[in-house]
């Protein structure tokens, strides 16, 4: 069963500062999603990777893809309050079901 | 276009009622793919329908059941509520499968059982 981690689960930040969510899975997967989800709403997506060594940006958010060691980053660049949010990443494992599996989740708040 | 719909969006329901949820797709798509949102559990897949079959089914009691019509807007039925069942429900839309298409996400439907 594919198991997805994400880490860290919360995460206070100041504004302007970087810092990294990590999101490890179990199981071999060439597609991998990254969304956003503010209080109460539903799930914004982020971005797409869909390969090894597959980089994307949109503002201060980067994501990447490490298929190799199952390992998918979303680094923040200067933070600012806007940017507070949970953020999921899910994996589709390239074996049976072709359903999202959720990381836990981090809860990013910045703080002024 | 018209993004996915979810009707109702709240819902308070008591232990042992059944209750319909609601899920009309963005025009074109295909494949309708409902999940549940707990504190506890978090984002948890529950079934996939595809062209008025189901594809694809998640690990969830046989009171969750559900199905798609033929113009693609699909439902889920929880029979016997529990109070475990409170939860948002997410449905998401693609032209096909997850493993080719992105998934669209809806607004949910927050039900609440009492």
């Known amino acids: 069963e594919l198991k997805v981690e994400q880490n860290p689960l919360f995460l206070s930040m100041q504004e302007g500062k970087n810092y990294t969510i990590y999101c490890n899975y179990s199981?071999?997967?060439?597609?991998l999603y990254w969304y956003r989800q503010d209080p109460g709403k539903s799930l914004e997506s982020l971005f797409v990777l869909l390969s090894n060594g597959a980089v994307k940006q949109e503002g201060r958010l980067m994501a990447s893809l490490d298929t190799k060691a199952r390992l998918s980053t979303l680094h923040i660049t200067a933070a600012v309050h806007d940017l507070s949010a949970t953020y999921f990443c899910?994996?589709?494992?390239?074996?049976?079901?072709?359903?999202?599996?959720f990381g836990t989740g981090t809860r990013l708040t910045i703080i002024p | 276009k018209a993004g996915v719909t979810q009707t109702p969006r709240y819902l308070i329901k008591t232990r042992g009622q059944q209750v319909t949820l609601s899920c009309s797709p963005i025009s074109g798509h295909r494949s309708v793919s409902w999940y549940q949102q707990t504190p506890g559990q978090g984002l948890q897949f529950l079934f996939e329908?595809?062209?008025?079959?189901?594809?694809n089914k998640g690990n969830f009691p046989g009171r969750f059941s559900g199905r798609q019509f033929s113009n693609s807007r699909s439902e889920m039925n929880v029979s016997t509520l529990e109070l475990g069942d409170s939860a948002l429900y997410l449905c998401?839309?693609?032209?096909?499968?997850?493993?080719?298409?992105?998934?669209?996400f809806g607004p949910g439907t927050r039900l609440t059982v009492t």
């Open positions: 998401a839309s693609s032209l096909g499968g997850a493993a080719t298409y992105e998934q669209y």
């Open positions: 899910a994996v589709i494992s390239n074996f049976g079901n072709e359903k999202l599996t």
């Open positions: 199981t071999t997967s060439d597609r």
């Open positions: 329908y595809f062209s008025e079959t189901q594809r």
